[in-house]
């Protein structure tokens, strides 16, 4: 058939909806005899595949037939196939895009050549389905995750302002807090409201009321989240490898009683200290380090 069946489905779910309003004393045997459908075709068709119900006795296979991308946009032919009361009614081929976002999460699915994204305009079950098959999609060997978030991580890694090592807190907070001397130069800090975007590509869904990017240790990124906007103030140390957090680690709190704060060599050593204040001298707490892997 030369005519896209995408805006007959819309129509036979939209109809499917107006009947069983009609007839509320339907629904479950209506219901069950689409499940029967279902189950009966599934048994017939590859792993790659989803079934859409659409009707009584009616039921629609998509079976992926080819698979290309073009960055963060997976394109992807599907054969398929309607059956009516288990027997087959009719074959065609169908595209659509599938738009990821950086972090490889489904954004968006047409057809193509249309707008209508479906997992906004279609009903629950077919967005399910859609949804579904979109994570299956990413395991295609077709498909390059690191080409979603190429040009961004590259975007970050060249612009990104980096701290110099050693970074001590009591250093910091004399530089940044109190005289606010030389500060973005040594300990160059980024707000979360303006640049969410740079934790959210390494995977970070915290929102810190600031954060500092520490030189890189191989393919590891050690981040300092500070959580400063309430009367107890905490500083955390994550480990990002691949746009995943493998570590985390407080390194600082300030409660009101007692003073936690640390130093980062420049070996990555990591030195906790405590006090009961600024005045007092700090003691060496704990010991940590952070290993290559």
């Known amino acids: 058939m030369q005519t896209s069946k995408f805006s007959q489905?819309?129509?036979?779910?939209?109809?499917?909806?107006?009947?069983?309003?009609?007839?509320?004393?339907?629904?479950?045997?209506?219901?069950?005899?689409?499940?029967?459908?279902?189950?009966?075709?599934?048994?017939?068709?590859?792993?790659?595949?989803?079934?859409?119900?659409?009707?009584?006795g009616c039921a629609m296979t998509y079976t992926p037939e080819t698979v290309s991308q073009d960055k963060q946009t997976v394109n992807v032919k599907f054969k398929v196939e309607t059956y009516i009361n288990e027997k087959p009614s009719d074959t065609y081929y169908e595209k659509y895009n599938f738009v990821y976002n950086s972090l490889g999460e489904i954004e968006k699915v047409n057809l193509e050549g249309k707008n209508d994204d479906i997992l906004q305009n279609l009903m629950p079950d077919v967005q399910a389905e859609f949804k579904k098959?979109?994570?299956?999609?990413?395991?295609?060997?077709?498909?390059?995750?690191?080409?979603?978030?190429?040009?961004?991580?590259?975007?970050?890694?060249?612009?990104?302002?980096?701290?110099?090592?050693?970074?001590?807190f009591d250093t910091y907070y004399k530089a940044c807090i109190e005289d606010n001397k030389n500060c973005e130069g040594k300990y160059p800090s980024y707000t979360f409201l303006e640049n969410k975007d740079i934790l959210e590509n390494y995977g970070i869904k915290e929102q810190p009321s600031i954060f500092f990017l520490l030189p890189k240790i191989n393919n590891l990124q050690p981040i300092i989240l500070a959580f400063t906007d309430s009367d107890i103030e905490g500083y955390f140390l994550k480990i990002v490898n691949n746009n995943k957090i493998i570590s985390s680690l407080q390194i600082g709190k300030m409660d009101g009683e007692t003073i936690e704060d640390f130093?980062?060599?420049?070996?990555?050593?990591?030195?906790i200290y405590t006090r009961n204040n600024s005045t007092e001298k700090r003691v060496l707490k704990k010991k940590y380090k952070i290993m290559e892997l």
């Open 263 to 271: 130093v980062i060599t420049e070996t990555f050593d990591i030195n």
């Open 133 to 168: 098959f979109s994570k299956i999609l990413l395991k295609n060997k077709n498909v390059d995750i690191s080409k979603f978030s190429k040009t961004k991580q590259t975007y970050i890694t060249n612009n990104s302002k980096f701290c110099t090592l050693p970074f001590d």
């Open 9 to 56: 489905l819309i129509l036979c779910l939209f109809f499917i909806t107006i009947s069983c309003k009609k007839n509320d004393s339907d629904k479950s045997i209506i219901r069950a005899k689409q499940e029967n459908q279902v189950s009966s075709v599934i048994n017939n068709i590859n792993d790659n595949s989803f079934v859409l119900s659409c009707g009584s």
